[in-house]
């Protein structure tokens, strides 16, 4: 079974950083491109960030509201991808999620259960 | 920036027909995926690659794209199919999601 697991969410102050991990099994992570999404409560989806492969040189990207102040890693040998954020805002306040991008089809086919960073004061 | 446009809310009868469409400038040059949420669920991937369902996605759900707008098709529409329904595309190496459309099944 293909299971992501997130974990590392929780309560900081606003300027403050977090780790987020991502922990997959079921599939052969070193090929996997990992995405992270994020969904504020009530609201719609964002996505945050993405990193792939080794054979892709690790590229990462992201989205313009967290250039700068997040940055995604990953660990081949521990099938785990990684979520740093720092400098963190009241509006970075979200359910993070992290999906497996499909490379087939062309789309994100495995979600995680998200994993709850509330950035207040 | 680039958006893709969805309506918020979208009703429909149980056994009838819903539409949900999604519209983008730069839609017809990138796929489009559609994702499904429930209440208190992680999203789930029901259209990929404009009109392809995944294995275990019922044959009720459908896709299309005409132009710059792709739409979601549910045929005989059941109360399970209620939920929060996203599409997603590509700019460059940035994903894309639409504002959600929740779908109201009366």
């Known amino acids: 079974e293909v299971q992501l697991v997130e974990s590392g969410g929780g309560l900081v102050q606003p300027g403050g950083s977090l780790i987020l991990s991502c922990a997959v099994s079921g599939i052969t992570f070193r090929d996997s491109t990992i995405h992270w999404v994020r969904q504020a409560s009530g609201k719609g989806l964002e996505w945050v960030g993405r990193?792939?492969?080794?054979?892709?040189?690790?590229?990462?990207a992201y989205a313009a509201s967290v250039e700068g102040r997040f940055t995604i890693s990953r660990d081949d040998s521990k099938n785990t991808a990684y979520l740093h954020m720092n400098s963190l805002k009241t509006e970075d306040t979200a359910v993070y999620y992290c999906i497996r991008f499909g490379e087939l089809e062309d789309a994100f086919d495995i979600w995680g259960q998200g994993t709850m960073v509330t950035v207040s004061s | 920036s680039y958006e893709v446009t969805q309506p918020p809310s979208v009703s429909v009868s149980p056994g009838q027909t819903a539409s949900i469409t999604c519209s983008g400038d730069k839609l017809g040059n990138k796929y489009v995926a559609w994702y499904q949420q429930k209440p208190g669920q992680s999203p789930m991937l029901v259209i990929y690659?404009?009109?392809r369902r995944p294995s275990g996605i019922p044959e009720r759900f459908s896709g299309s794209i005409s132009g710059n707008t792709a739409t979601l098709t549910i045929s005989g529409t059941q109360g399970m199919d209620e939920a929060d329904y996203y599409c997603q595309s590509w700019d460059s190496s940035t994903a894309l999601f639409g504002g959600g459309t929740k779908l109201t099944v009366l």
């Open positions: 690659k404009d009109d």
């Open positions: 990193i792939r492969s080794n054979a892709y040189s690790f590229a990462t």
